[in-house]
């Protein structure tokens, strides 16, 4: 059944201390179905930026001292109205970001539940108390940092968005938040909505959209202005090496999430079903355009065909086309350099000897789920991210051999391992160098509780829970003398 409503909401500006402000350049957002119109949205420069940061610092002394229950009661509130509306949001999902139905109804309920706990973690420690060598009170406590720029991006934009600011800005950090170019509605103006809806004060949260054009100017506005104190950015691992030395050169702290070519390991044991379903949702949910999607199964070689052929079986089931269609599963590519690179992956393995198992086709920004054998270390599609909805599958003999065959790349975010063993897959899960590792489910797993992010190319950080709090929160060391601390008598 078709779903007609693929018009956009009433763009109103970019959102800066409280006040949506129109902008005098503007630029296409499309349907990366058709390529249609969507929606106008207003292009922004370093300048907006600068006046979005300044916002932002002058709002952060009032939102860092508001009593903690208050601020959590704004999250909470924030929480219910996305809740409420969900049917603006997957619309959205749909025709802005070429998204199945289902995948925006799964952001729609994910982000609330990162917003819930961040209200939560208002209400957890803030620090401890220390032992002292002269009897003071020695207590080291977490302080918000203030100004933190949030870089998200296109693929899931409405949980990494949420996930980055959600408990920066509850701890009383303010936000100022630049979605990317491709969705920049989902992404950052549907939460400038929501946030005043919520009645957030002005300059606690901030939205600022641009072109491609001037994204680089923009960008480096949000790292590099010293009322700036700590970055979030979600994306490519070749902009986010840039940011990450850009930081490190300020002395800003900064949380980093990046690509990955993650694994999903079906030992001999396995139960095939639980294998076979694991792979096909890592690999083709959203067109397998997720940071932890399934890119490369590792099967050990007793049972090479069998989960062959239940893989390829369920990939045969997916409905390929317009989202407007609820019923196609696999929607377009983002836009069509995606396209492109997926494309040249696929013919440089087809030239270099690999067999496509199922699938292969690509019409435009549709690529149909495809499945690859035969592949070799040599190939692109084994080095690279692929970023569409495209799997290898290759045998191993033994768990030493899928170890090594999952850390033969640059990236460590994510993993999955298939086994009935649950203390055999708990060992491999410590020899692989990736930061989160999930044993009889897909690598593709998210709880706001949790610390999330990856390893070596993959990033550096972690959200989640207290390990937000660590990473965009200041310590300081506080003490209490009660005259016990005597000084050299030649003072």
């Known amino acids: 059944m078709l779903d007609m409503a693929t018009s956009a909401p009433?763009?109103?500006?970019?959102?800066?201390n409280g006040e949506w402000q129109q902008m005098s350049r503007q630029f296409d957002d499309t349907n990366p179905n058709d390529g249609s119109l969507w929606a106008r949205i207003p292009d922004a420069t370093c300048q907006d930026a600068r006046r979005a940061i300044d916002?932002?610092?002058?709002?952060?002394?009032?939102?860092?001292?508001?009593?903690?229950?208050?601020?959590?009661?704004?999250?909470?509130k924030v929480a219910q109205i996305i809740e409420k509306r969900a049917g603006d949001y997957i619309p959205a999902a749909q025709f802005e970001g070429g998204g199945w139905y289902g995948k925006g109804v799964y952001e729609t309920k994910v982000m609330p539940e990162m917003l819930k706990a961040a209200a939560a973690v208002c209400y957890a420690p803030i620090g401890e108390v220390l032992p002292s060598l002269n009897g003071k009170v020695s207590n080291a406590v977490r302080f918000p940092m203030g100004v933190i720029s949030v870089i998200s991006p296109w693929n899931m934009p409405g949980i990494l968005a949420t996930r980055p600011f959600s408990v920066p800005m509850a701890m009383g950090n303010t936000i100022v938040l630049k979605p990317s170019e491709e969705t920049p509605y989902q992404g950052g103006l549907f939460f400038a909505e929501v946030m005043e809806e919520a009645g957030v004060p002005p300059g606690v949260f901030n939205v600022i959209t641009c072109s491609r054009d001037n994204v680089a100017e923009v960008g480096d506005e949000m790292v590099d202005n010293p009322k700036v104190k700590g970055v979030a950015f979600t994306g490519s691992a070749a902009v986010g090496r840039r940011i990450a030395a850009k930081c490190g050169a300020h002395l800003k702290k900064a949380c980093i999430e990046l690509g990955g070519?993650?694994?999903?390991?079906?030992?001999?044991?396995?139960?095939?079903?639980?294998?076979?379903?694991?792979?096909?949702?890592g690999a083709f949910m959203h067109q397998g355009q997720i940071c932890m999607s399934v890119e490369k199964v590792l099967v050990q070689e007793q049972v090479f065909d069998e989960f062959l052929k239940g893989f390829v079986a369920r990939a045969a089931k997916l409905k390929t086309g317009n989202t407007a269609d609820k019923a196609n599963v696999i929607g377009p590519l983002i836009n069509d350099r995606?396209?492109?690179?997926?494309?040249?992956?696929?013919?440089?393995?087809?030239?270099?000897?690999?067999?496509?198992?199922?699938g292969g086709g690509v019409n435009g920004r549709f690529v149909e789920p495809t499945i690859v054998t035969n592949v070799t270390s040599d190939m692109d599609i084994w080095r690279d991210e692929t970023f569409?909805?495209?799997a290898v599958v290759v045998p191993f003999k033994d768990d030493f051999e899928a170890v090594a065959m999952n850390n033969d790349t640059e990236y460590g975010l994510s993993a999955g391992i298939i086994s009935r063993n649950e203390h055999r897959a708990m060992q491999m899960a410590t020899l692989l160098e990736t930061g989160m590792c999930h044993i009889n489910c897909s690598p593709i797993n998210d709880e706001a509780h949790a610390p999330f992010g990856g390893a070596k190319a993959?990033?550096?950080?972690?959200?989640?829970?207290?390990?937000?709090?660590?990473?965009?929160s200041e310590t300081r060391w506080i003490t209490l003398d009660r005259g016990q601390k005597q000084y050299p008598p030649v003072f």
Not at 11 to 16: L, M, S
Not at 261 to 281: G, Y
Not at 458 to 472: I, V
């Open 10 to 16: 009433n763009i109103k500006g970019i959102y800066i």
């Open 55 to 76: 916002a932002a610092q002058a709002a952060f002394p009032a939102w860092a001292a508001l009593k903690f229950q208050d601020r959590a009661n704004i999250m909470l």
């Open 261 to 281: 070519k993650d694994s999903l390991i079906v030992l001999e044991d396995a139960d095939m079903e639980r294998a076979t379903s694991s792979a096909s949702f």
């Open 338 to 358: 995606q396209a492109a690179r997926v494309k040249h992956q696929l013919e440089d393995a087809v030239a270099k000897g690999a067999k496509i198992a199922i």
């Open 388 to 390: 569409g909805p495209v």
């Open 458 to 472: 993959s990033g550096m950080g972690r959200y989640g829970g207290r390990w937000s709090q660590e990473s965009f």
